[in-house]
């Protein structure tokens, strides 16, 4: 059974970081894409970052470029975002997700298979 778990969200102030991290179990993960995703109150889930399996391609949504960068170990199974300076526009529920076997990265939500349950990233101003 394939798990995907999140962890290290929370509550934090305008300026500060914080690094989730998720952990996946029962899945090959080295070959799958990865990516965060994250969904505000009453919008749509959106993609925030992805990497490619060897992770040496990456896509950032434009409103995070700069400040979060994504990463994975896979001899851990485990992908992380490192998120700096924080803004309340970046308040949201983040899910990580697996997508199938493939190479580059992917973008659009319904190509991925497997997700965790999500962790909550409040930023206060």
């Known amino acids: 059974q394939v798990q995907l778990v999140e962890s290290g969200g929370g509550l934090v102030q305008t300026g500060n970081s914080l690094r989730l991290s998720c952990a996946a179990s029962?899945?090959?993960?080295?070959?799958?894409?990865v990516g965060w995703f994250r969904q505000a109150p009453g919008k749509e889930r959106d993609i925030v970052a992805t990497?490619?399996?060897?992770?040496?391609?990456?896509y950032y949504t434009d409103s995070v470029k700069g400040r979060f960068t994504i990463s994975r170990d896979n001899a851990k199974n485990a992908v992380y975002l490192q998120m700096n300076s924080l803004k309340p526009e970046d308040t949201a529920v983040y899910y990580c997700?697996?997508?199938?076997?493939?190479?580059?990265?992917?973008?659009?939500?319904?190509?991925?298979?497997?997700w965790g349950q999500g962790t909550q990233v409040t930023v206060s101003s």
């Open positions: 997700a697996a997508a199938g076997p493939r190479w580059g990265v992917v973008i659009a939500p319904h190509e991925y298979r497997y």
């Open positions: 029962g899945v090959a993960f080295d070959r799958y894409v």
């Open positions: 990497l490619s399996r060897s992770g040496d391609t990456t």
